[in-house]
């Protein structure tokens, strides 16, 4: 699991009646879980196999439960062809009763490779 793999077994993540003693309808997925899925996103897709990232800025503004569905979207914000980095803005959302709820915000970085 990922809190074993991190580390991070803080309760929130762990235990679903202190995460609701804390306010939250059930556990709350470690944030760095969602960001993980960044790794595929620009690895496999934009800009794909060219590229290391190496940069990240995000914010999690919202939580995310056990079983919830998340739509993760890049878009280019900027290409330095000077560096070779390519930015790219980042939003992470999930409907809740027909509402769209930001879950995930940032910019990430990228090496473009030869």
């Known amino acids: 699991s990922f809190a074993k793999l991190s580390g991070d077994n803080n309760p929130l993540h762990m235990n679903k009646s202190f995460a609701i003693k804390k306010g939250f309808?059930?556990?709350?997925?470690h944030g760095l879980l969602l960001a993980s899925k960044l790794?595929?996103?620009i690895g496999t897709?934009?800009?794909g196999k060219n590229c290391l990232l190496i940069e990240e800025k995000l914010a999690f503004p919202n939580p995310v439960y056990p079983n919830e569905k998340i739509l993760i979207k890049a878009k280019v914000d900027n290409i330095n062809r000077i560096l070779n980095v390519l930015t790219l803005?980042?939003?992470g959302e999930k409907k809740e009763k027909n509402e769209t709820i930001s879950v995930l915000r940032g910019?990430?970085?990228c090496k473009l490779l030869s």
């Open 25 to 29: 309808k059930d556990r709350v997925a």
């Open 45 to 47: 897709k934009l800009p």
């Open 89 to 91: 803005k980042i939003k």
């Open 39 to 41: 790794s595929s996103l």
């Open 107 to 109: 910019t990430v970085i």
